[in-house]
């Protein structure tokens, strides 16, 4: 989005990261709400796009679970997000979209992460905490909350395991494509985010 509004590659600004709080650092609020915007019809895309393939006749009378679809679907939505192929595969982290998708396909899950995230960045002002800890709380809150809501509430969710088998890859390589910012946390030059100070937040 910020090669479209401002003919600029936000690549070369910031932290080099093609991430959302870099754009917000860079290039301020528009671009920003611009970048989350494009984020978020991705995210929807993939999910909703998902779910009416499987209404299909040829997929319709088979027995999906529709859930653990979507799920793969995201992770290929994260793994193109970071490695983008018409972008010389030099994306962003992941969290943004995975966030999204994780929204339709899990929104209590989403709500877990959301409040775990939040709590940690209040806590630390450090966006990349916040973002890490909650890849780590993924897996662990979907298998909490998906066994708790079948014991509970016979909420139906099938096939637990793959679900968490589809988790991981995409935990780790959300985490991973936060080594800079772990090398950055340890030198102690990792940046503060401040919502009122443009040009003091990080990814």
């Not at 709380?137 to 979907?142: D, G, Q, V």
Request: a positive charge; aromatic letters at 14%; glycine letters at 8%.
């Amino acid at each position: 989005m910020t090669y479209i509004l401002k003919k600029k590659d936000i690549r070369e600004y910031g932290s080099f990261n093609a991430g959302l709080t870099n754009v917000y650092r860079c290039f301020g609020v528009g671009c920003a709400g611009a970048t989350l915007g494009m984020d978020v019809l991705k995210g929807v895309a993939v999910v909703f796009g998902t779910k009416l393939a499987l209404m299909l006749p040829v997929f319709s009378q088979l027995k999906i679970d529709s859930l653990s679809v979507c799920m793969m679907s995201s992770l290929c939505a994260v793994i193109g997000h970071c490695y983008p192929v018409f972008y010389r595969f030099k994306g962003g982290k992941g969290i943004l979209i995975a966030a999204v998708c994780l929204l339709f396909t899990d929104p209590v899950v989403f709500l877990i992460e959301l409040l775990i995230f939040v709590i940690f960045v209040a806590a630390t002002k450090y966006i990349s905490i916040g973002s890490m800890t909650a890849c780590v709380a993924y897996p662990i809150a979907t298998l909490i909350w998906q066994y708790a809501a079948n014991a509970l509430f016979d909420a139906g969710y099938q096939n637990i395991g793959l679900h968490l088998v589809i988790i991981l890859p995409m935990f780790l390589l959300c985490f991973l494509r936060h080594f800079s910012n772990i090398r950055h946390l340890f030198s102690g030059d990792e940046k503060k985010f401040y919502l009122h100070k443009k040009g003091e937040n990080e990814t």
